[in-house]
């Protein structure tokens, strides 16, 4: 499994109309990711943190931010309050900043669910098969789930995905 802008990367001019027209419709952005203990960027009413937060600022062309409550999200029992924070390194305190780390994830589309639908298109395509995350939701869990696909679709088996206990 790899990213789909890193699939068409590797495949380079030996891609196909299909891996071009697929694989292409799922780019990929750069997340500043900060684990951090400032607790700003969390909701003023202390009751209302969950283990996502979201921030969208009031211009139009801010960057939404999100930050991962830790404490709530892996139950950490701890005297401070250790978050992750994706694209919101203006509103940290530098001092606070444990790890600052880049990821790339998935951007959704509006045409997203029509090319997933696809998927089966680029299962054993020319002896390869294409699983990630944004085969699904960006979610790891997704990432898996698109390999249990390419599993069912090769083996004849039928499909099975990863349950989310809660």
């Known amino acids: 499994a790899c990213h789909s802008d890193q699939a068409l990367q590797i495949l380079g001019d030996t891609a196909t109309t299909t891996e071009c027209e697929l694989l292409g419709a799922f780019p990929y952005e750069e997340n500043v990711t900060l684990l951090h203990t400032d607790t ?6 202390r009751r209302a943190w969950a283990a996502w937060n979201y921030h969208v600022p009031q211009e139009d062309t801010g960057k939404a931010t999100v930050t991962y409550n830790m404490n709530i999200l892996q139950g950490l029992s701890t005297e401070r309050t250790y978050c992750v924070t994706l694209n919101g390194e203006d509103r940290i305190d530098p001092a606070k900043v444990i790890r600052r780390m880049v990821y790339h994830h998935p ?28 085969w699904g939701n960006g979610f790891h869990e997704d990432g898996v789930n698109s390999a249990l696909a390419v599993c069912s679709q090769l083996s004849g088996a039928p499909r099975q995905e990863l349950g989310v206990q809660g």
Request: glycine share 8%; aromatic share 12%.
């Open 107 to 134: 951007v959704f589309t509006a045409q997203r669910a029509e090319f997933q639908r696809r998927h089966g298109e680029l299962i054993d395509h020319h002896g390869i098969s294409y699983c990630g995350a944004y």
């Open 40 to 45: 700003s960027v969390l909701p003023v009413c």
